[in-house]
C-alpha cells in the first residue's frame, strides 16, 4: 500500500523531494500552506505532503501500527513519488509523531541508497515520554471516545467535542478528519481514523528510544568544516512546548555544541510551531540545517 500523498513545486520538475510528515491525528493539510511558502525559497526542491498509516485518506493498512511500521511505510511512497514525479527523495521533516517517523525512516533510506541532504526535527521527542500531562492528546482521545457513533453534520460534530472539553479550535481542527456516511450505513458523520489504531502508535511513540538511532545518523562522515557529507540534521525547538523534558532539551544542545546537529528555538512558540510561528519557522526552514561546531 502506497501512503496517500500530494505533490507541490514551485516549477516544472523538481529535482528533490522533502516529505512532510503530520503528527497523530492530523494529516497531510495541517503543511500546506508552510510547505507552498517554503518552496518559494528552495528553488529545485518539491514537497510531498503525506498522510501517515491510520490517518487521513491512509486508512486500511495492516498491523502492527507503530513508529517503525510508519516508518517503513515511506519506503514505498518514496518509490512511488520518483516514479510518478522523477527527481530523487532527499528530505525529510517532521513533527512530533512524524517527527520520530522521520528519523527512524531516514535510516531505511539511507540503507537503500537515497542520498538524503536534511532531515528535520520538529518539536519531536527522541526518547520515552515520562509523563501523560505534557501534551492534549489524552484530553482530545477522551473527548472523542465520548462521542456518539454518529452526528448530523460536521458542525454538531465540531460542537459536540467543544461539550466535551475541549477548545473550540481544536475541535474545528478535528473536524477536519470527520466522515460523512453513506446512506446504507444510516448517513451523518463521525470521526474518520480508527481510535484502536492511533491508540496503539500513540503508546508505541511514548515507549520507543530513537536517540541511538539519531546519534548513529550524527556520526556519518564529515568534512573539514565538521559538517556531515551527506546528511544534516536540525532540531526546532517551541519556546513554550513541554514536549521535550528539561535533560531532553539539554542533550539535544550537548550534540549541536559537538556539531553533530543543530538546534534552533523559536522561544514564542509552543508545540504547534508550525501553526503558532510559520513565520519564524519558514526563516529557518529557507536554508538547510547549520550543523557544525560552536565556537
Known amino acids: 500500500m502506497i501512503l496517500a500523498h500530494e505533490l507541490h513545486r514551485s516549477q516544472a520538475g523538481a529535482e528533490r523531494w522533502m516529505l512532510f510528515l503530520h503528527g497523530i491525528l492530523g494529516r497531510r493539510a495541517n503543511w500546506r500552506s508552510i510547505a507552498r511558502r517554503w518552496l518559494e525559497a528552495r528553488p529545485g526542491w518539491g514537497a510531498v505532503l503525506v498522510d501517515l498509516r491510520e490517518h487521513g485518506n491512509s486508512q486500511g493498512f495492516p498491523p502492527p501500527h507503530d513508529v517503525a511500521s510508519a516508518a517503513a511505510d515511506l519506503r514505498p ?50 526518547g520515552p515520554r515520562t509523563s501523560e500531562g505534557e501534551s492534549l492528546t489524552g484530553e482530545v482521545f477522551a473527548a472523542l471516545r465520548s462521542l456518539p457513533p454518529r452526528l448530523d453534520s460536521r458542525a454538531d460534530f465540531s460542537a459536540a467535542l467543544v461539550s466535551a472539553g475541549l477548545s473550540k479550535p481544536t475541535a474545528m481542527w478535528l473536524a477536519t478528519s470527520a466522515v460523512e456516511l453513506p446512506e446504507e450505513q444510516g448517513g451523518g458523520w463521525r470521526f474518520g481514523p480508527q481510535l484502536p489504531n492511533l491508540d496503539a502508535m500513540v503508546e508505541d511513540f511514548a515507549r520507543v528510544d530513537l536517540w541511538p538511532t539519531l546519534e548513529a545518523l550524527c556520526a556519518r562522515p564529515r568534512d573539514d568544516m565538521g559538517r556531515s557529507e551527506a546528511l544534516r540534521v536540525g532540531w526546532v525547538l517551541g519556546g513554550r512546548s513541554t514536549a521535550l523534558s528539561a535533560s531532553e532539551r539539554a542533550r539535544a544542545e550537548a550534540a549541536a555544541a559537538a556539531g553533530r546537529l543543530a538546534v534552533e528555538h523559536i522561544p514564542e512558540a509552543g508545540h504547534w510551531v508550525h501553526s503558532e510561528a510559520p513565520k519564524q519557522l519558514l526563516a529557518i526552514l529557507e536554508q538547510p540545517p547549520k550543523v557544525g561546531p560552536r565556537p
Not at 78 to 84: F, H, I, L, R, S
Not at 97 to 104: I, N, P, R, S, Y
Open 77 to 126: 511512497l518514496c518509490a512511488a513519488v520518483e516514479a510518478e514525479a522523477g527527481g530523487s527523495v532527499a528530505g525529510l521533516l517532521g513533527h512530533s509523531f512524524g517527527g520520530k517517523v522521520a528519523v527512524a525512516g531516514a535510516t531505511g533510506l539511507l540503507d537503500e541508497g537515497h542520498a538524503l541532504e536534511e532531515l528535520w526535527i520538529i518539536d519531536a521527542p527522541m
